[in-house]
């Protein structure tokens, strides 16, 4: 019932620029933390940044200075901006978020994912 829609991948030379952003619809209480993953081909998803209940972030050593994550609860939407991107950064990037549901359960959730390509 609860669905996230990733959008803004694609192809963007080395020291450009992407923003990515993620839509969460369904049966909502409140989010209590939302991230962005990424997998390279080959290696396994690991987490690139998180934004948790309260507005604490947390970044992947990797993007340290170069990437922003950001929010809007009252429109569950996410956002994650992404500059000087480096080769490295190629990957399918994917949405999370963890959902507080009635009676204190809580769920995750995971988009589809969308390529993000950094090439010459």
């Known amino acids: 019932q609860v669905q996230l829609v990733e959008s803004g991948g694609g192809l963007v030379q080395p020291g450009g620029s992407l923003r990515l952003s993620c839509v969460v619809s369904?049966?909502?209480?409140?989010?209590?933390?939302s991230g962005w993953y990424r997998q390279a081909p080959g290696k396994q998803r690991e987490l690139v940044a998180v934004i948790i209940d309260g507005g604490t972030t947390n970044y992947a050593d990797s993007v340290k200075g170069r990437f922003t994550v950001s929010r809007d609860n009252a429109k569950n939407t996410m956002w994650l901006q992404m500059n000087s991107l480096k080769p490295e950064d190629t990957g399918v990037y994917y949405c999370n978020t963890e959902i507080r549901l009635p009676l204190g359960a809580r769920r995750d959730y995971w988009g589809q994912g969308t390529q993000v390509t950094v090439s010459s």
């Open positions: 369904g049966s909502i209480f409140s989010i209590a933390a």
